[in-house]
């Protein structure tokens, strides 16, 4: 299984950007986004169910992102807007492959800038 991220950039505050994660999988339960700021632990962000396309969105994010996906193109999105500096950080994307399992599998990550 392999995880590609990508879409990560320099943006000023208030701009968006759109992440996406291309996923060579055969079994998709859920997917979701974290995000690793600098000195600080990994975090989550928004879930969707792949099949089922129920969402979940960290408190902080919520109302300004966006998760989807394309399932005949095992691809995963997040549509960031109204960015602030304190999305700054390392995004990545990870799958989950079965009920009741933790993600087992991450995408290397892409880097998202906000700038002030």
């Known amino acids: 299984v392999q995880l590609q991220a990508s879409g990560g950039g320099l943006v000023q505050a208030g701009g968006s950007l759109r992440l996406s994660c291309s996923a060579s999988?055969?079994?998709?339960?859920?997917m979701a986004w974290f995000r690793q700021a600098p000195g600080k632990e990994r975090e989550f962000v928004s879930s969707?169910?792949?099949?089922?396309?129920?969402?979940n969105y960290a408190d902080s994010v919520k109302g300004r992102f966006t998760i989807s996906r394309d399932n005949a193109k095992n691809t995963l999105y997040l549509q960031m807007s109204s960015l602030k500096p304190d999305d700054t950080g390392v995004y990545y994307c990870?799958?989950?492959?079965?009920?009741?399992?933790?993600?087992?599998?991450w995408g290397q990550g892409t880097l998202v800038t906000v700038s002030s």
């Open positions: 990870a799958l989950r492959t079965r009920s009741g399992v933790s993600y087992g599998y």
């Open positions: 999988a055969r079994t998709f339960y859920t």
């Open positions: 969707i169910g792949w099949w089922n396309g129920v969402t």
